[in-house]
T-cell receptor
Framework: GQQLNQSPQSMFIQEGEDVSMNCTSSSIFNTWLWYKQDPGEGPVLLIALYKAGELTSNGRLTAQFGITRKDSFLNISASIPSDVGIYFCAGQEPKGAQKLVFGQGTRLTINP | DAGVIQSPRHEVTEMGQEVTLRCKPISGHNSLFWYRQTMMRGLELLIYFNNNVPIDDSGMPEDRFSAKMPNASFSTLKIQPSEPRDSAVYFC??????????FGSGTRLTVV
């Protein structure tokens, strides 16, 4: 099946720093989504991108849908302790199927 | 809205026993997904339903796994017989067509 390459796998940063992570695919997607997972919980949707080139913000989070439809990035500005968690990208296939393909996740750790 | 409700939250069982995981999707969501999460393989789609009908079960590992959705408000994932390698967190998610998933809190399954 399709694979998403998400990087980096983990990040260790200081509180207040900006964070950037990305996903790439060998295939195109119609939709890119970014999720965050806290320990012991399911992933929660942060941002959804529906159009190539689209740049969307949600508070301190900004995500972009790549022009080629094969990549996306997520930026977090001025990180705070509650940003700790695992971030997943996900792509929705273009043939009308509802299923999402997930990246392997980026584990974010913040030193206060 | 109570969100996607999964039960039990934790399940510990002996190898060879039957395990049933339950999911109640969000009312009005017509697609339901079962995912399995492990450290090694990340989030893997097992099966998904549209309007209670199984659409793609290609991710179901083997015949020991089965899933049903008898009505729009309930789905089960059954493992019989269970094996230690089935230990994982199993997530249910639901969505209306065209939007990102809402995940439940998951069932952590341990097979000893």
């Amino acid at each position: 099946g399709q694979q998403l390459n998400q990087s980096p796998q983990s990040m260790f940063i200081q509180e207040g720093e900006d964070v950037s992570m990305n996903c790439t695919s060998s295939s195109i997607f119609n939709t890119w989504l970014w999720y965050k997972q806290d320990p012991g919980e399911g992933p929660v949707l942060l941002i959804a991108l529906y159009k190539a080139g689209e740049l969307t913000s949600n508070g301190r989070l900004t995500a972009q849908f790549g022009i080629t439809r094969k990549d996306s990035f997520l930026n977090i500005s001025a990180s705070i302790p509650s940003d700790v968690g695992i971030y997943f990208c996900a792509g929705q296939e273009p043939k009308g199927a509802q299923k999402l393909v997930f990246g392997q996740g980026t584990r974010l750790t913040i030193n206060p | 809205d109570a969100g996607v409700i999964q039960s039990p939250r934790h399940e510990v069982t002996e190898m060879g026993q039957e395990v049933t995981l339950r999911c109640k999707p969000i009312s009005g969501h017509n697609s339901l997904f079962w995912y399995r999460q492990t450290m090694m393989r990340g989030l893997e789609l097992l099966i998904y339903f549209n309007n209670n009908v199984p659409i793609d079960d290609s991710g179901m590992p083997e015949d020991r796994f089965s899933a049903k959705m008898p009505n729009a408000s309930f789905s089960t994932l059954k493992i019989q017989p269970s094996e230690p390698r089935d230990s994982a967190v199993y997530f249910c998610a639901s969505t209306p067509i065209g939007y990102g998933y809402t995940f439940g809190s998951g069932t952590r399954l341990t097979v000893v």
